[in-house]
């Protein structure tokens, strides 16, 4: 009998996120082990002209957002929220009559879940990807270990209870949830991957583009991703006038967007650093790897916070993938996807002259860092594919339905 899951998303593609697409990922993963899977996301998704929208390949179902005075109300919306997902879940599980209910980060998508599996008898999985009162933290809408914050973590711990399997895509994350007393065989660990298919090794420049960017013969350390706060970024401009010292041709490029956008100009406009700072904005998901190709070092500064250390980032894998240089800030979650001078260099968090000291060091690399590039490569197809990893659900959804698959 073929397994039949019902999955419970914050957003789905076609917008785009690392969220966005590790979901896309699993579900295609999934369906190519033999299973149906069904997709719903929550009202976060946005105002959508259709409740039903076909994606690529994907068919996704949405639950319209709240309406009414509580749904604009502070906190109460949270509460509107759920109950518009848990209505549509409802719905659909009565229809599609899926074996398995699969809730996605955040809490506000497990408690819809739990409610609908416990009122039709369905077994319900609860996926962490991060927790979201420490994105919160780092957003500024919570302070760490501030009222509302615990709140939210004796949800997030309340929900994990109830669930029947509780999945996590690193060891850090793992180890919080055993630290609050969740017994290890009740937590499965399905890691971020990369699709090996999609990312040859970095091809040349594009001398066009790079010479468009102002980047002229320089050697490029760059950064493609969202600019939130806990990315670090500042710390990497920070570090720039060291780097400038001794490497005079270095330009940094800094592709995407987000909260931090503003600060960062204005910090690089601060240190005087004219044009050796290069903010592109967003670029469309099909020209990444256009821009990926003019970067000589990637760099992944991230600063230590319990963020960075509990959960690991999709990026530096895209970038072993690609046979890119990186470095990276020795936070929990880099150590657990990068082996220090062998997939990549770590320095220290926080610190931007061991930033600036290591940046140096491997765009020197005798060899051109031939053999970090080499290494990293080789971890990602061996390591960090998404059939290897997608292969951990089963053993996580035989416990949760209680039999073998």
Same mark, same amino acid.
């Given at each position: 009998?073929?397994?039949?899951?019902?999955?419970?998303?914050?957003?789905?593609?076609?917008?785009?996120?690392?969220?966005?697409?590790?979901?896309?990922? +699993?579900?295609?993963?999934?369906?190519?082990?033999?299973?149906?899977?069904?997709?719903?996301?929550?009202?976060?998704?946005?105002?959508?002209?259709?409740?039903?929208?076909?994606?690529?390949?994907?068919?996704?179902?949405?639950?319209?957002?709240?309406?009414?005075?509580? =749904?604009?109300?502070?906190?109460?919306?949270?509460?509107?929220?759920?109950?518009?997902?848990?209505?549509?879940?409802? %719905?659909?599980?009565?229809?599609?009559?899926?074996?398995?209910?699969?809730?996605? =980060?955040?809490?506000?998508?497990?408690?819809?879940?739990?409610?609908?599996?416990?009122?039709?008898?369905?077994?319900?999985? &609860?996926?962490?990807?991060?927790?979201? %009162? #420490?994105?919160?933290?780092?957003?500024?809408?919570? =302070?760490?270990?501030?009222?509302?914050?615990?709140?939210?973590?004796?949800?997030?711990?309340?929900? /994990?209870?109830?669930?029947?399997?509780?999945?996590?895509?690193?060891?850090?994350?793992? *180890?919080?949830?055993?630290?609050?007393? +969740?017994?290890?065989?009740?937590?499965?660990?399905?890691?971020?991957?990369?699709?090996?298919?999609?990312? =040859?090794?970095?091809? %040349?420049?594009?001398?066009?583009?790079?010479?468009?960017?102002?980047?002229?013969?320089?050697?490029?350390?760059?950064?493609?991703?969202?600019?939130?706060?806990?990315? !670090?970024?500042?710390?990497?401009?920070?570090?720039?006038?060291?780097?400038?010292?001794?490497?005079?041709?270095?330009?940094?490029?800094?592709?995407?967007?987000?909260?931090?956008?503003?600060?960062?100009?204005?910090?690089?406009?601060?240190?005087?650093? *004219?044009?050796?700072?290069?903010?592109? !904005?967003?670029?469309?998901?099909?020209?990444?790897?256009?821009?990926?190709?003019?970067? #000589?070092?990637?760099?992944?500064?991230?600063?230590?916070?319990?963020?960075?250390?509990? /959960?690991?980032?999709?990026?530096?894998?895209?970038?072993?993938?690609?046979?890119?240089?990186?470095?990276?800030?020795?936070?929990?979650?880099?150590?657990?996807? +990068?082996?220090?001078?062998?997939?990549? /260099?770590?320095?220290?968090?926080?610190?931007?002259?061991?930033?600036?000291?290591?940046?140096?060091?491997?765009?020197?690399?005798?060899?051109?860092?031939?053999?970090?590039?080499?290494?990293?490569?080789?971890?990602?197809?061996?390591?960090?594919?998404?059939?290897?990893? +997608?292969?951990?659900?089963?053993?996580? &959804?035989?416990?949760?339905?209680?039999?073998?698959?």
């Amino acid at each position: 009998m073929t397994l039949r899951i019902l999955h419970v998303f914050d957003h789905s593609l076609p917008l785009h996120s690392g969220y966005t697409f590790r979901s896309a990922n +699993i579900l295609r993963g999934q369906r190519n082990l033999g299973w149906e899977t069904f997709h719903l996301t929550s009202p976060k998704q946005g105002r959508v002209e259709q409740v039903e929208e076909q994606v690529e390949d994907l068919h996704f179902f949405r639950a319209p957002p709240p309406t009414g005075l509580v =749904s604009r109300l502070p906190l109460f919306n949270q509460w509107a929220f759920m109950r518009a997902t848990e209505r549509r879940l409802l %719905e659909l599980a009565r229809e599609l009559k899926p074996d398995l209910l699969h809730a996605h =980060s955040p809490v506000l998508n497990a408690y819809p879940a739990l409610h609908v599996g416990h009122q039709l008898g369905i077994p319900v999985v &609860y996926e962490i990807r991060a927790f979201w %009162e #420490d994105a919160a933290v780092d957003h500024g809408t919570q =302070s760490e270990w501030g009222l509302r914050y615990r709140l939210t973590r004796a949800l997030e711990t309340r929900a /994990v209870r109830q669930a029947h399997q509780v999945v996590t895509i690193c060891g850090g994350l793992r *180890g919080d949830l055993i630290a609050r007393g +969740i017994p290890l065989d009740k937590i499965g660990v399905v890691p971020n991957a990369v699709d090996i298919e999609q990312f =040859s090794l970095g091809g %040349e420049p594009d001398p066009a583009l790079k010479a468009s960017l102002g980047l002229g013969e320089s050697r490029v350390i760059g950064f493609l991703g969202s600019f939130y706060a806990y990315e !670090g970024l500042d710390l990497l401009i920070q570090s720039l006038p060291l780097i400038l010292e001794k490497a005079p041709d270095v330009k940094l490029l800094l592709v995407g967007g987000g909260f931090q956008e503003a600060n960062l100009k204005a910090q690089a406009a601060a240190l005087n650093l *004219g044009d050796k700072v290069v903010f592109v !904005g967003r670029v469309p998901h099909a020209e990444v790897n256009r821009y990926y190709d003019l970067v #000589d070092l990637l760099a992944y500064p991230r600063h230590a916070m319990r963020l960075t250390d509990l /959960v690991t980032p999709l990026k530096p894998l895209e970038a072993m993938a690609q046979g890119h240089l990186l470095i990276a800030s020795d936070v929990g979650g880099h150590q657990e996807l +990068i082996e220090d001078g062998y997939t990549g /260099v770590l320095f220290r968090a926080g610190d931007a002259a061991d930033l600036a000291d290591k940046a140096l060091t491997t765009l020197n690399l005798p060899d051109g860092g031939a053999s970090l590039r080499a290494n990293g490569r080789r971890f990602v197809e061996n390591e960090r594919n998404w059939p290897k990893s +997608i292969a951990n659900y089963r053993d996580i &959804y035989t416990r949760a339905l209680g039999r073998a698959l």
